[in-house]
């Protein structure tokens, strides 16, 4: 599985303006759903909002990862947004959120959803590559940091 493949390069927004944890959440559901022609972004919404409700899925060093299953879904949507300033997001390192990998996958994807979350991880656990992206300038320097590393990482 390789990240690249679920990551559409219209699904990447380096400048999120949400402050909060429900807008940013809004705001990166929009990119899943241009990005995938899905047309309910509440439904995504509610779906990730009731994932953050059993934790927070900042996994520390500014680093979100947002995922939730959805009915209706047959593969995996990726999206990814920065935000400059940061936002409370319930860090288990209380440390403010400036990067957001969101992932959607369908009900029957369990293997390659894990998968997915695991390669993610370990990209952002990466010291060089999260400063990469939280220093750059544009929605397609980003894209292109997460191929250049994510073939290190193979």
Known sequence: MKIVD??????????????????AIEEISELVVRSAGLTDKQVIVQVLMEREALGS???????????????????????LARSKEGIDFGSIDGQ??????????GVNTAGNHLKALAKISRLLKNDETREALISCNCSV????????????LD
């Open 6 to 23: 679920i990551l559409s390069k219209d699904a990447v927004k380096v400048d999120l303006q949400a402050r909060d944890k429900k807008s």
């Open 57 to 79: 899925t900042g996994i520390g060093l500014n680093v979100a990862i947002p995922h939730a299953k959805l009915q209706g879904v047959d593969s995996i949507i990726a999206a």
């Open 96 to 105: 403010p959120v400036m990067l957001f990998f969101v992932l959607i996958s």
């Open 141 to 152: 320097e980003m894209y292109e940091i997460v191929s250049r590393e994510e073939s290190k």
